[in-house]
């Protein structure tokens, strides 16, 4: 089992309320995220009550979160730590309505003893956040509380900026963590530390070195039943306007003066109000062929299960280097990487056909899976007589610490810094705001949706997108596997 560290876990005892709680996030990553750090003594005292319109009883919630468990946590559940989590856990269906709600909390407080901090979960689609805003100022929860909120938040300008003027009619800023899974990702964070823990690729971080970047998450999950949000989301707005941007201003802001949430928070803004509002000229939307046949899909949608696009960061450091962005449904891979193409030499004083530039610039690759990987790509002899130059790669693995047993899952890390009021890696409203804003021309204009096949990589024209560059997924060289410790 983990060890826990100090000052890692929150100060006092939390009683966590899941709002969605049956819903599909919950059942995936919340519920077994939530067992791990029981399990692994990060949150000794927490009480967990689930809320949704499902009508259950505490008993049918556990089961249902003992089967959450089966099918999808990633680590092996033990039958001896069930009976404690199970204890933990306790239900209340909306229709009980507000009092029953606060009897609830106040009895997992009274369980609980001493000082203790409520946090609300609102795992829910953006059309129910203001309605369990709502039940919870009803039921007068607000005082001691944090709120995490899932994304997206909002649809556009106007309705971020009307959920952000609603959420402070009942919460204030410091209370409210809107979360971003991939900032909780080890990977993301790593980011951070690869950048400014050392003094080597800082200098070379910039346009005068290289020449574009690309980040790219296509996925090979189809929607199951996550059609209905899907429907009135599409990739834009479900991955690009949040994770896809988020990661996008830890690769490419400034230097912050602190670990701390102002300092993270202003350089990832300064990214944000440099962005060019993106062009619809340069944007592809796909639907994967097939979409339209799911059920709960409008026959006639325009929603995008895929989308591509080049935006610029119009400031000293980025002026004229291209970001490329990717992510859909149903794709031939499911990858996500970070690969920044480094610009080549100017002059080459090797002779034609010896290799050099064959196999495309250096790169540097960041791979955001849990499991990190770190490539740093470069030209280098290819043993032997004569000069050949072959692409080489210096490879780092998080499995080679030894210590990947350690790694949070994302949703784990932010849950715990939320209960320990650590705001550092979620997202602020003046951000989120300045995205929407960046997106319009896009959300007022988009192009249309162009057809491709599953298990493709997207429609034709992402190629004219990103030329005369190309893009580096599918690897043409495969990851070296992880060093096995032998
Ligand atoms: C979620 C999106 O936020 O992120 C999903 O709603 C997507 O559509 C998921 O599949 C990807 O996250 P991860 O951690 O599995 O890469």
Redesign the pocket.
Known sequence: MVKVPPGVGPKNSQVLILVGATGDLAQRKLLPGLFHLARGGFIPGCRIIGVSLDQLDADGFRRLAREALNQFSTRKVHEEDWPAFAETLDYVPIAAGPDALRAAVESAERMLGGDTSRVHYLSVPPNAALSAVRLLAEAGLVERSRVIME?PFGTDLASAVALNAKLHEVFAEEQIFRID??LG?EPAQNILAFRFANGLFEPIWNRNFIDHVQID?P?T?GLGK?TGFYEATGAFR??VV??LFQVLAFMAMEPPTALEPVSISEEKNKVFRSMVPLDPKDVVRGQYVGYLAEEGVDPESDTETFIALKCHIDNWRWAGVPFFLRTGKRLAEGQ?IISIAFREPPKSMFPIGSGVGAQGPDHLTFDLADASKLSLSFYGKRPGPGMRLDKLSLQFAMNDTGRIDDVLE?YERLILDAMRGDHTLFTTAEGIERLWQVSTPLLETPPPVRLYSPGSWGPKSIHQLVAPHAWRLPFERAWRAPATGD
């Open positions: 994304k899974h991939f990702k998450v996925e999950l996550r479900d991955m949040t994770h996500r994302a």
